[in-house]
């Protein structure tokens, strides 16, 4: 009798890849509806409607009125030095599929970030997760594939004992017709067991292919989203939320510009000269979904590539500022190079602030 024992040791190297580390719940509300050819719509505010009411700020203010971040900022966090001062320009920005970081550069509420973080549907960690899922749908046919073979050795398996039984029925000798009734009794035992465990292959994999279905149904939209997203949610120091608005992203450079409507915000001045290496530096952002983080290095090197520092740069430290002393910013914090993972030690890369101004100076004058 052929039996699918193992079974259960091979649907337990199923792997469901989990993307919810990646997926956000930042973006302002999905607004979807269909245009008037039919087409379906994506937009971060929902479709407009004569006489429709005005706007409102998170806060519950009317849109035209100021938002005064310096007040508010300078209030709660009086500030000893330059560099406590400038945490204060420092907010995290959520998108549909993560969360990055950014900072004030005009007063009049600029901010500037990565592009990456606005359009994390075009980076390496959306091309990862894409691979990752690729690689997931593999497994996911492979183990198919086996359960449907084993559904067919298993009707072998029924085919073979509803020949025995007919086998033994056939038996005019009594002692062979008794051996032959234990035989059948201990086929018919074995196959209950194969089937059973068959179905609890069966039932487990529907289990985790629906749940992985989902979940790459819900990375399929963000994503789709993310790539016209506008509007963005962001947070300051004191966990006060806004909304910035997209106003360029950079053709050849990992930067982009946002800004916040209707405010006055405390900002960081750019520094484009006077850095070398040794310089003493820090990183200000969001890492790991903790925000207002504050880490400490210097300069290692300056290559084509940017600034390279080794003051600790992770994940949702990117579009963050990259500061000297003297509270001034030379560079906006973007990647890390490391071995194995983001998380192992290694050296942070940032933007020079040159490029802000080489893609952004029309909209900073």
């Not at 990992?254 to 800004?259: E, T």
Request: charged share 25%; aromatic share 8%; with cysteine.
């Amino acid at each position: 009798m052929l039996s699918i024992k193992k079974s259960t040791q091979w649907i337990a190297a199923l792997i469901v890849v989990s993307l919810m580390s990646f997926q956000g719940t930042g973006l302002a509300e999905v607004f979807k509806y269909k245009d008037e050819n039919g087409r379906w719509q994506f937009s971060d505010s929902p479709k407009k409607v004569a006489g429709a009411a005005r706007s409102f700020s998170s806060s519950g203010a009317s849109s035209d009125k100021v938002q005064d971040f310096i007040e508010l900022l300078t209030t709660k966090y009086p500030s000893t030095n330059p560099v406590q001062q400038a945490t204060m320009a420092v907010v995290t920005i959520k998108s549909k599929l993560g969360s990055g970081s950014g900072f004030f550069v005009s007063q009049d509420c600029y901010l500037i970030t990565n592009k990456h973080v606005v359009r994390p549907a075009k980076g390496k960690q959306w091309d990862a997760t894409q691979a990752k899922i690729k690689k997931n749908a593999l497994i996911f046919e492979r183990n198919r594939i086996q359960i449907r073979h084993e559904v067919e050795r298993l009707a072998v398996d029924k085919q073979k004992l509803d020949d025995f039984w007919i086998y033994m029925n056939s038996l005019s000798s009594e002692k062979q017709k008794q051996l032959a009734q234990r035989k059948y009794a201990l086929y018919e035992r074995q196959y209950a067991r194969d089937q059973q465990r068959l179905d609890d292959v069966e039932r487990k994999f529907n289990e985790e292919e629906r749940k992985f279905n989902h979940q790459q149904s819900n990375f399929n939209f963000s994503s789709a989203v993310s790539n016209v997203a506008q509007i963005f949610e962001i947070k300051l120091k004191d966990n006060t939320k806004a909304r910035a608005n997209l106003i360029k992203v950079a053709p050849d450079d990992d930067l982009a510009l946002l800004k916040v409507k209707a405010c006055r915000a405390p900002y960081l001045k750019l520094k484009t000269s006077g850095i070398s290496q040794g310089t003493r530096v820090h990183a200000i952002g969001s890492p790991l979904g903790l925000r207002d983080q504050l880490t400490e290095g210097t300069v290692t090197q300056l290559s084509a590539k940017g600034i390279v520092t080794d003051a600790q740069i992770l994940p949702g430290n990117s579009g963050g500022p990259l500061i000297t002393d003297d509270g001034y910013v030379v560079a906006v914090n973007t990647t890390k190079v490391a071995k194995g993972s983001a998380l192992n030690i290694g050296f942070g890369v940032s933007i020079p602030v040159v490029k802000v101004k080489q893609n952004f100076g029309r909209y900073l004058k």
